[in-house]
């Protein structure tokens, strides 16, 4: 999630991310939640912490253990 209040636009996060998630949209950087593999690159090198990637909805998307 990009905090659209803190986000002053540098693009550093669009240079950053290694999957091409994020774009600048009507002036504030938009992840896109489909690409993105939740790195947390854009999170770090954000420089106001604008972005915070969460961790927890990785756990959904686990494969399951199935039978084989
Ligand atoms: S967490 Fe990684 S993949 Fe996701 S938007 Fe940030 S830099 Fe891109
Ligand atoms: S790195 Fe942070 S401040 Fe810069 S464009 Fe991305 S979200 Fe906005």
Redesign the pocket.
């Known amino acids: 999630m990009?905090?659209e209040k803190?986000?002053?636009?540098?693009?550093?996060?669009?240079s950053?991310c290694p999957v091409g998630a994020?774009k600048?949209v009507d002036g504030?950087?938009t992840i896109n939640p489909k690409k993105c593999i939740k790195c947390n690159s854009?999170a770090q090198?954000?420089?106001?912490?604008?972005?915070e990637i969460k961790m927890d909805e990785d756990s959904d998307k686990t494969p399951k253990k199935t039978n084989k």
């Open positions: 990009v905090d803190k986000c002053i636009t540098c693009g550093a996060c669009v950053i994020i600048i504030k950087a854009c090198f954000c420089p106001v912490g604008a972005i």
